[in-house]
């Protein structure tokens, strides 16, 4: 089947701040969102994407291909789960019900191959899907209302999702809207799976594939993009 990418890209960024939203700042030349979106189109097995945009968005370059893949938009809505569903909704019916779709984040712009080829490989062979995730490396303190801290949490089998997130098309979309119709915000693509009863697979990513959110982020992305 065909293999396309659903990216939104219609958050406003308001942890960030600033006037710009974060997947429009330059990084490297470049607004950030370019490296997302040819770190995806530049993948052989990618066939194309849909970038979810906000509505009235004034910085979008108008791409139209990259890498010589489609670039194909839409408008997405006030919750992530919202433009995700947009994006769903927007793929080409050259995307069957039953193909996977890969979900990534405008925001996350360094993704590396090999972790596309793994998430692929696995969560192909998946009767539900996968997701790039990576175990927790820190100990966990629960903290109390003070500020103390009220114990520490056993960090083992807890992982960190990323993205890109795995899942077949029309399943994905049924997931999304059942969490939506029950008045859940899930925050990512798996919580909805999970809520399902689905259990997707965690495939072990690299730490590196960081997601900007604040602006000593945006530091770190310039540095590893830099040495790539
Ligand atoms: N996103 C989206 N539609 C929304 C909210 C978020 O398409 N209604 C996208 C963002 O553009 C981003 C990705 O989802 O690429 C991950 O979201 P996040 O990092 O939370 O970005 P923002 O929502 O823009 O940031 P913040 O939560 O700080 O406002
Ligand atoms: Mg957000």
């Known amino acids: 089947g065909r293999l396309w990418a659903v990216v939104p890209a219609a958050g406003r960024g308001t942890r960030f701040g600033g006037e710009v939203p974060k997947q429009y700042l330059a990084v490297g030349g470049e607004p950030l969102i370019a490296h997302t979106l040819t770190a995806l189109c530049a993948h052989p097995k ?11 968005d004034a910085h979008w370059p ?3 291909a990259i890498a010589g893949k489609p670039v194909v938009t839409c ?3 006030s919750e992530r789960a919202d433009s995700v569903l947009a994006g769903l909704a927007a793929l080409p019916d050259s995307v069957r019900a039953d193909d996977f779709v890969l979900v990534h984040d405008a925001a996350r712009p360094n ?3 090999a972790d596309i080829d793994r998430l692929l490989e696995y969560g192909r062979n998946d009767p539900v899907g996968a997701i790039l995730a990576a175990p927790l490396r820190d100990t966990l303190k629960r903290a109390g209302d003070d500020g103390g801290i009220d114990g520490t949490e056993p960090r ?3 992982w960190r999702a990323f993205t890109p997130q795995l899942f077949r ?5 049924r997931a999304l809207e059942a969490a939506r119709d029950a008045g859940v915000a899930v925050t990512d693509e798996a919580m909805a799976m999970e809520r399902q009863g689905l259990r997707p697979l965690l495939i072990e990513g690299r730490e590196d594939n960081l997601k900007v959110t604040t602006a000593a982020d945006l530091a770190l992305l310039e540095f590893l993009l830099g040495s790539r």
């Open 46 to 56: 990618v066939d194309g994407v849909v970038v979810v945009l906000a509505e009235a």
């Open 62 to 64: 108008g791409w139209q």
């Open 75 to 77: 408008v997405g809505g």
């Open 111 to 113: 993704l590396h191959p």
């Open 156 to 158: 083992e089998r807890l």
């Open 169 to 173: 098309r029309l399943q994905l979309s």
